[in-house]
């Protein structure tokens, strides 16, 4: 029998979770630290220790990658993204050429690092383009970073385009879809 916990008015399997509680792009990183804090640990005593288990213990709350349940109905939009709203403006999308609403989500290296598929829907398109890593909290970031950008075509046909920029600390974007891949709200990408 599958283990369960409760979130906020819905109760969830583990069984149905498809990822582990941590990224595993970050399983090598979180296995170096570990092994050289305990390496410190076992070779000197252990207050020399203490700073390599601190970052042992970032880079777990960095690529923690914990379940979320998926708020109201099927015409909701989510935030693809954990993070504090930065902007909120109308701008012309490179991507489609169309008028949109840019709403952008700042991750500092406390949040979780992981996007999710904003609306029920099929991606369009995907673009890379790489570039150079500056603080993402620079507005240059926006267009001179590394970046990733995907066109989702909703159920209701509605074009929504998620764009994830690499900044200072978080220097590489993964993506996991291409072009006709079917996406549920919430769904990590």
Not at 73 to 91: E, N, T, W
Not at 111 to 130: A, I, L, M, T
Not at 138 to 151: G, I, Q, V
């Amino acid at each position: 029998m599958p283990r369960r916990w409760s979130t906020s008015r819905r109760t969830k399997t583990l069984a149905n979770y498809p990822h582990p509680i941590i990224a595993r792009e970050g399983w090598p990183f979180l296995g170096g630290a570990v092994a050289l804090a305990l390496l410190v640990t076992f070779s000197t005593c252990w207050t020399w220790a203490i700073p390599f288990w601190l970052i042992a213990l970032f880079v777990l709350q960095f690529f923690r990658d914990p379940p979320r349940a998926v708020p109201g109905d099927g015409k909701s939009v989510l935030s693809p993204a954990d993070g504090r709203i930065v902007a909120i403006q109308p701008v012309r999308d490179p991507w489609l050429d169309r008028d949109a609403l840019k709403i952008s989500v700042f991750m500092n290296v406390f949040n979780v690092h992981s996007n999710r598929s904003p609306v029920d829907g099929e991606v369009v398109k995907r673009w890379y383009n790489p570039g150079k890593f500056v603080n993402a909290d620079l507005d240059k970031a926006s267009t001179e970073n590394e970046r990733n950008a995907l066109h989702i075509r909703s159920a209701d046909g509605q074009d929504i385009t998620c764009v994830q920029v690499a900044g200072l600390i978080a220097r590489r974007i993964l993506c996991y879809v291409e072009a006709d891949a079917k996406l549920a709200r919430g769904q990590r990408y």
